[in-house]
């Protein structure tokens, strides 16, 4: 059995290998290549040349496609009520990465407060409250 094996040229490190009982013929031949971690699909060219003939040659081109890569953001209280009279509550937060649809890692994560974010949400809160508080005037004067 003979084996060619390259470098991708991405800068991974990663080897692609191609196997054949002589290279010689019609045959059918292995390519191997570890996982892809990139973002990029990556690509690589294998030229046969004829011994006889160099002008003869044959190229195999070989694509691999890059991962998918999804998350999930798991969040979780450890108080889901504050009372009226004020309180506190922590907030935790699991980041899973999936690769290809295979988990590849869970993390524990910090979730950062963003007062712009508190106060837009305060905004829709007190909108809703003046859109309350109207429908209630509206249905009082109806009535």
């Known amino acids: ?10 800068g991974s490190g990663d080897s692609i290998s191609i196997e054949s ?3 010689q013929g019609n045959q059918t031949v292995k390519i191997s290549s570890p996982v892809q ?4 699909k990556r690509s690589m ?9 160099s002008s003869k040659q044959v190229i195999l081109t070989v694509e691999q496609e890059a991962p998918v890569y999804t998350y999930d953001l798991i969040l979780s209280s450890d108080n889901t009520e504050i009372a009226a009279k004020g309180g ?11 690769r290809n649809g295979n988990l590849i890692s869970t993390d524990n994560v910090t979730p950062v407060y963003q007062e712009v974010l508190l106060d837009f949400l305060y905004l829709v809160l007190r909108l809703l409250q003046a859109i309350e508080l109207q429908l ?3 249905g009082e004067v109806l009535l």
């Open 1 to 10: 059995m003979s084996v060619i094996t390259n470098k991708w040229n991405d």
């Open 21 to 23: 009982p002589s290279f």
């Open 37 to 40: 971690k990139g973002t990029s």
């Open 45 to 53: 060219q294998f030229i046969g040349k004829c011994k006889k003939d």
């Open 88 to 98: 506190t509550a922590t907030i935790t937060a699991v980041l899973k990465t999936y």
């Open 136 to 138: 209630l005037v509206v």
